[in-house]
């Protein structure tokens, strides 16, 4: 239980930080190579795990598994493209907390889905969260670091939906006793292909491929390195402790992206954004217990 605290603390850590990185650099880069780099360290690093942990699934390649884990991988695919247009569109002080509101939307999907039952305080907090994006939506003014917040904040909205299903896709596929290696080796598999469709689009049109520098490295690497630290928080702890630690990495990236991306905040924004971070917390707790 210990190793599982320290991994879900580490992985706030990396996504919160990844998400400040992946924000500068999709502001910094054209958006080809971003996508190119961004798929291809995902691919490189989730195929390690595969080679580190369980090497022999490079020769039982199943089709079967693979449309099991095929909607999983497609809605992480749009979600990673529809990410950069959020977060250099609007403010990520804004945006993140948005983004990391998907448990709204599984919480409706187990019970439209699962027929799972859910009870008046989930009905509560997802209220409020959805007052709460609404009343966002409408107080957001272009500024330098959001130059179309709306849009942000549309793009965010399609990125939650997106985790979301692939969430729930990811736990039907666990229930056929599937592992998360092997989805991490079709996905390795899917990203490669798909950062070498992008590697191409560069070569067909006037974009250079950009030369990696650390600020591509720090933007497309820290987020999947606090993905593949999350699974090992799940397996050495107990997901009612781990997910709500792990969770709160919203609260992290809304603290640094005021400090390191000098993003201002009215009061009311500031309440939004607080009662969506609570709520969420709070739809996990329930969830989970």
Known sequence: MFLGIIFA??????WSLGEISYSRLSR???R???????YLTRAILYLAVVVIFNISLFTQFNFDHFFVFLPIITCDLFASYVINISVSNGKLS?????????????????LILLKEKIGIPEIVLSTIIAI?????????????????????????????????????FEKTAYIGELTVYQLYFYKGIVYL??????ML???????????????????????????????FALSFGNIIIVTPISSMYSVITNFLSRKVLKERLSLVESICIGSILLCTFGLITLGLL
């Open 201 to 231: 689009l560069i070569g067909v049109t006037p974009v250079r491929l950009k030369k990696p520098n650390m600020d591509i490295i720090k933007g497309t690497c820290i987020t999947p390195i606090g993905n593949i630290l999350n699974s």
């Open 9 to 14: 603390i580490f992985v706030a850590l990396f």
């Open 193 to 198: 292909l798909t950062s070498g469709f992008f």
């Open 132 to 168: 709460s994006i609404i009343t966002l939506t409408r107080k957001q003014k272009k500024t330098k670091s959001a130059p179309k917040p709306l849009k942000g904040i549309i793009f965010a909205l399609c990125y939650m939906l997106l985790v979301a299903f692939s969430i729930y």
């Open 28 to 30: 910094n880069l054209d």
């Open 94 to 110: 804004v945006v993140s907390p948005i983004m990391a509101a998907y448990p709204v939307v599984d919480i409706f999907l187990g």
């Open 32 to 38: 080809a190579n971003v996508y190119f780099y961004q």
